[in-house]
């Protein structure tokens, strides 16, 4: 039997939950309730056939780990991890720069944020030229960019009858081509048969050194105007802004459309607002649905140890009923954080409904130390792993002498052969 206890145990030991390493004060809470539990039961026959052992592990420790990850969820500031919700993320949304707990805040704290104009680099728009016509001689033509402090020098060759169209075309890839912070492109109407060329700084704000201007260096003799002036490559249409916006009626400025505030929180700015954008803190709903996903994973652990136990041992059916009693009778609690009972026994998960417990508070309500189905939930798996031989198939023997002493009743580990060793291994 301990060969195949410490089988079972190989992969379980290496990873001790922290909450099932107990304390001697708590160990002596076991053993007492070991005896207690002893006293009430009758005497029985088991057959130990490896399938009962390892059925009766798998019980045991299935129900321990579904007591640890609710002990997690009490105790774990994952509920109470702070996140940060937008009432209109199409306009302004809101990130922590670091981990912090909700308590950090003030109570029904929120943060009103506008935005008056975003962040934006220059643009130009270039002059409408007949896109099938020739608009320069041949030849060879140069022209500086000035983008903020750097300034770049080109040269572009003009071929004979070259159309307007073509060249554009030739020089936004030449210009894309180079990487140096300014995007080119051509635009065209059919209909008209006109094409123009437009150029934007990549970089945005004023802060940013994003404005920029051309001028035409050199043309062939034979040209009157340079490449940079026929094209309109130097005409404004917008010069580069900063964002401006509010937070509690307090104005700010920033050359991106992003921003730091209070040294805790990232703002994004995707759009000017028509009215204000409200941010609040709440439990972050990301960590909340990795703790309810995590315990449902381990409940259903449970439910499938049972099943598998059931194949063999009618006895199971004790464990499986009373799970299903346990969360039928609290079936509203556990649905308002999106957690249900499917027709097999096993538990899924809302995540719309976990994201909604989040925010407004309802898992922490479900799952804190004195709420109802955390009681009912703990005291139903002390017992399954205290006694796990309660699931599998055994015969009576004798009932206990219910006037006996207690400590003449039976052996503290009558009821479950595998405790002392289960709780020694893990301490």
Do not use: W
């Amino acid at each position: 039997m301990l060969n195949v206890y410490n089988y079972y145990m190989q992969d379980y030991v290496s990873r001790t939950p922290y909450y099932s390493a107990h304390k001697r004060r708590e160990l002596r809470d076991i053993y007492k309730n070991i005896v207690k539990l002893s006293a009430s039961e009758p005497l029985y026959k088991v057959e130990l056939s490896e399938s009962k052992q390892a059925h009766a592990l798998s019980i045991k420790e299935s129900a321990l780990l579904l007591k640890d990850t609710a002990y997690k969820l009490q105790d774990s500031p994952l509920l109470h991890t702070a996140g940060l919700v937008s009432d209109n993320t199409d306009s302004v949304s809101a990130s922590l720069l670091h981990r912090m707990d909700l308590s950090e805040f003030e109570k029904d704290a929120s943060f009103e944020v506008e935005v008056s104009t975003l962040a934006a680099g220059q643009s130009n728009i270039g002059l409408l030229l007949p896109s099938d016509e020739p608009p320069l001689p041949e030849g060879s033509y140069s022209f500086t960019v000035s983008l903020g402090h750097d300034h770049y020098a080109f040269h572009f060759n003009v071929t004979g009858e070259a159309s307007a169209f073509d060249l554009q075309t030739k020089l936004s890839d030449f210009i894309n081509k180079t990487g140096i912070g300014l995007e080119a492109q051509v635009s065209f109407n059919r209909e008209l048969g006109l094409s123009r060329m437009d150029l934007s700084a990549k970089r945005i704000g004023i802060f940013g050194k994003s404005s920029f201007s051309l001028e035409d260096t050199e043309m062939p003799d034979i040209a009157e105007k340079g490449l940079v002036e026929v094209f309109g490559l130097n005409q404004m249409a917008s010069p580069a802004t900063n964002a401006h916006y509010t937070v509690n009626g307090v104005s700010y400025e920033s050359s991106e459309n992003t921003a730091v505030f209070s040294d805790t929180m990232l703002l994004t700015f995707r759009s000017a607002t028509k009215e204000p954008v409200t941010i609040r803190p709440v439990a972050d709903h990301t960590s909340v649905y990795e703790a309810l996903a995590e315990f449902t994973n381990s409940y259903n652990y449970l439910v499938q140890a049972g099943k598998n136990a059931a194949q063999e041992n009618k006895s199971s059916a004790f464990l499986l009923n009373g799970l299903t009693h346990l969360i039928a009778s609290h079936y509203s609690a556990l649905n308002s954080v999106g957690i249900a009972s499917n027709e097999d026994g096993y538990l899924t998960l809302d995540s719309e409904k976990a994201k909604n417990a989040a925010l407004f508070g309802d898992a922490e309500v479900v799952f804190r130390q004195d709420a109802s189905f955390i009681k009912a939930l703990n005291a139903r798996l002390e017992t399954i792993a205290l006694n796990p031989m309660k699931y599998v198939d055994k015969k009576l023997v004798t009932y206990p002498d219910p006037t006996a002493p207690i400590m003449q009743k039976t052996s503290p580990y009558t009821t479950s052969i595998y405790s002392g060793m289960l709780f020694n291994n893990y301490c």
